[in-house]
T-cell receptor, first 114, second 115 residues
C-alpha cells in the first residue's frame, strides 16, 4: 500500500538559514510526488511536483525538491528561509488512475525565527 | 490562477444534526474530491467523484456521508448525523483530468466543529 512518512513534526529555523524537510514514500511503481504548503487559515497550495524526468524539480517561492529513488525520498529544500515561509508542509504521493487520490504525510510545521 | 471555493469557512453544529458543506470546483474540471484534516493529523482522502458518481471512497466515508453535484457547478458533502469525531477541516479539491501528474486544486476549507 502507498504511504508517506514525514519524520519531522516540527522544525524551527532562523530567517536566512537553509531548510530541508524530509519525505519518504512507499509505493510499488513510479510515484507521482507533490509538496503542498498550508498557511494558517488557508487551503493547500502546490509548491512543486515530480512525475518524471529531471530528479531535481523547482517550485514556487524558491523551493526545490530532489527525487531519490534509491532512498525512496523526496526532500524539500530552500537555501534561505523567509519569515513568510512559516507554515505547514505536506508531502503527498499519487498514482496514475482514473480517480487519482493522493496519500498525504502527517505534515511538518515550520517555525521561522526572526 | 483559478480557485476552488468553499462555503462556509466555519460551521458549528450540534451532535446528531445534518450538515452540508458546499464547494464550487473550477469550471472545466472533471474530477472532484473531499479530504479532511482532523486537528494535528494528516490530510485524509474521503471520496472522489467523476461523471456524476462516486469513483472511490475511503473507510471513513460511511453511510453517514454522501456527495452530490446537484447543478453542474456545486459539489456538496453531506453528513447526515454528525458525531463529535467529525470535527475537522474539510477540503474540497478538483482536477482537470485523470492524468496522475495533474495537480489537485484545493479550496481553503470548511472548519466543522461538532459540539
Amino acid at each position: 500500500a502507498q504511504s508517506v512518512t514525514q519524520p519531522d513534526i516540527h522544525i524551527t529555523v532562523s530567517e536566512g538559514a537553509s531548510l530541508e524537510l524530509r519525505c519518504n514514500y512507499s509505493y510499488g511503481a513510479t510515484p507521482y510526488l507533490f509538496w503542498y504548503v498550508q498557511s494558517p487559515g488557508q487551503g493547500l497550495q502546490l509548491l512543486l511536483k515530480y512525475f518524471s524526468g529531471d530528479t531535481l524539480v523547482q517550485g514556487i517561492k524558491g523551493f526545490e525538491a530532489e527525487f531519490k529513488r534509491s532512498q525512496s525520498s523526496f526532500n524539500l529544500r530552500k537555501p534561505s528561509v523567509h519569515w513568510s515561509d512559516a507554515a505547514e508542509y505536506f508531502c503527498a504521493v499519487g498514482r496514475d488512475s482514473g480517480t487519482y487520490k493522493y496519500i498525504f504525510g502527517t505534515g511538518t510545521r515550520l517555525k521561522v525565527l526572526a | 490562477e483559478p480557485e476552488v471555493t468553499q462555503t462556509p469557512s466555519h460551521q458549528v453544529t450540534q451532535m446528531g444534526q445534518e450538515v452540508i458543506l458546499r464547494c464550487v470546483p473550477i469550471s472545466n474540471h472533471l474530477y472532484f474530491y473531499w479530504y479532511r484534516q482532523i486537528l494535528g493529523q494528516k490530510v485524509e482522502f474521503l471520496v472522489s467523484f467523476y461523471n456524476n458518481e462516486i469513483s472511490e471512497k475511503s473507510e471513513i466515508f460511511d453511510d453517514q456521508f454522501s456527495v452530490e453535484r446537484p447543478d453542474g457547478s456545486n459539489f456538496t458533502l453531506k453528513i447526515r448525523s454528525t458525531k463529535l469525531e467529525d470535527s475537522a477541516m474539510y477540503f474540497c479539491a478538483s482536477k482537470r483530468d485523470s492524468r496522475g501528474y495533474e495537480k489537485l486544486f484545493f479550496g481553503s476549507g470548511t472548519q466543522l466543529s461538532v459540539l
